[in-house]
């Protein structure tokens, strides 16, 4: 509709435009309407055999469920997104960086960052603004980018504004230092004959126990997961891996995953 909408009229029904046979009332439209809202009102069909009542348009059956208005708001969401879409996935993963950091790099390219301007557009509100620099808003752009505090340490800001505690730069300059040093000799050792001291990721369940991990994974044609099951020794005990169809999103996928493991 291009006809600005008049609060007094909030309350008004639809069957407050038509005539006494039920038709649509032209000199009633005239008041209110712009002339091209009347050429559609006048080609709506209308029936006097129905009561006026609310009707969602997402719906096929006219009705509003949280699961339809959930799916409106993600495919809004999905259309933003692909105006400026991440392509380079390939060549994220394999950079030469800690498994962490592809993972803050995958949230920032997706947009699920966190910061207050993501959480304000999920209705959870913690106040607006940048905490750190009292910038007008705090933007996954704005945070890596432009925050002349967090360039020079990010990772204070979380403990900030969950916790409300302030940490002295030169502890946190520290803390990176040393995960930088750690990262480099296990990972980035030029001498491949020397052995790599990797870190535990597998803890063995208690004895008489079994533990099953499952991870998920998801292609362009949907996904797919994989479950191994192992003894308190780490013993090789059953596997299994399946395709996922029609699945995109990668928390669905990793809690099919599991449930497809329980069964």
């Excluded at 059953?238 to 809690?255: K, N, V």
């Amino acid at each position: 509709m291009q006809t600005p909408r008049f609060d007094m009229l909030n309350d008004a029904t639809v069957s407050g435009l038509l005539d006494e046979q039920g038709n649509w009332d032209e000199e009633i439209l005239h008041d209110l309407f712009e002339p091209v809202d009347i050429r559609r009102i006048l080609a709506t069909p209308v029936s006097l055999q129905f009561k006026d009542t609310w009707r969602w348009v997402g719906d096929l059956r006219g009705m509003y469920s949280v699961k339809n208005g959930y799916q409106l708001l993600t495919s809004q969401s999905m259309a933003v997104e692909l105006n400026v879409a991440f392509s380079a996935w390939d060549r994220l993963w394999k950079l030469p960086v800690s498994p962490k950091v592809k993972n803050l790099l995958w949230r920032c390219a997706r947009n699920i960052v966190p910061v207050r301007d993501v959480l304000k557009q999920k209705h959870v509100y913690i106040g607006g603004g940048c905490p750190l620099c009292a910038n007008a808003v705090e933007t996954v752009e704005h945070l890596f980018c432009m925050c002349e505090v967090a360039s020079q340490v990010w990772g204070v800001r979380n403990d900030r504004v969950w916790k409300n505690v302030i940490t002295r730069i030169e502890n946190i300059s520290l803390q990176i230092q040393s995960l930088q040093l750690n990262w480099m000799e296990s990972f980035l050792n030029p001498n491949v004959n020397e052995p790599v001291n990797i870190p535990i990721v597998w803890f063995p369940p208690p004895q008489g126990f079994l533990k099953c991990n499952v991870d998920a994974a998801i292609f362009d044609d949907g996904a797919g997961y994989g479950a191994v099951l192992r003894d308190h020794q780490g013993r090789f005990v059953a596997a299994r891996c399946d395709r996922l169809t029609s699945i995109r999103d990668p928390f669905l996928a990793e809690a099919l995953a599991v449930k497809e493991a329980l069964s």
